[in-house]
């Protein structure tokens, strides 16, 4: 039996325009998703207060955020948007330790696994963020566990 600390919890984000999708890890590094956070059009701020809340919240300062790079893998506009989103978070709290994941299909494999548990559009709507944060940290977690984290 291995031990877990606390500095093995990690909380994933999907950020959008208007949208946050939360998941976090356990100690046993299962991931479980939150809550899709909804804020005003380019409202990051409230985003990065809720952030921080749910940081104080679980005692959780690892953050893997989705970096939304192009399907041939290049940075694109939105990643100065996470950057910054990032940047801001570490203003307000330097202790958080902060990756990026790549999330290229994040969505669409998130749309997947919701349609195969049969969850009807709307409610695929609700959760969708949330599902992508989902697999963005699990996406981490594995390749933190083979050693090909790389941000």
Not at 1 to 28: C, Q, R
Not at 59 to 82: M, W
Not at 84 to 107: A, G, H, P, W
Request: charged residues 30%; contains cysteine.
């Amino acid at each position: 039996f291995e031990y877990y600390n606390m500095s093995d919890k990690y909380i994933g984000l999907d950020l959008g325009t208007t949208t946050l999708g939360v998941a976090i890890s356990d100690s046993l590094g299962i991931v479980h998703g939150v809550e899709n956070f909804n804020f005003e059009p380019g409202n990051y701020k409230k985003a990065r207060e809720h952030v921080i809340k749910i940081t104080k919240k679980f005692e959780i300062y690892n953050i893997v955020i989705g970096f939304p790079l192009t399907l041939d893998g290049i940075e694109q506009k939105r990643c100065e948007s996470v950057k910054r989103f990032c940047n801001d978070l570490k203003q307000v709290n330097n202790d958080l330790n902060i990756y990026y994941q790549d999330e290229r299909y994040s969505t669409i494999d998130a749309r997947e696994r919701l349609m195969s548990m049969d969850y009807k559009k709307a409610k695929q709507d609700k959760m969708i963020d949330m599902v992508a944060a989902i697999i963005i940290l699990e996406k981490f977690l594995e390749e933190k566990k083979n050693g090909k984290v790389k941000w």
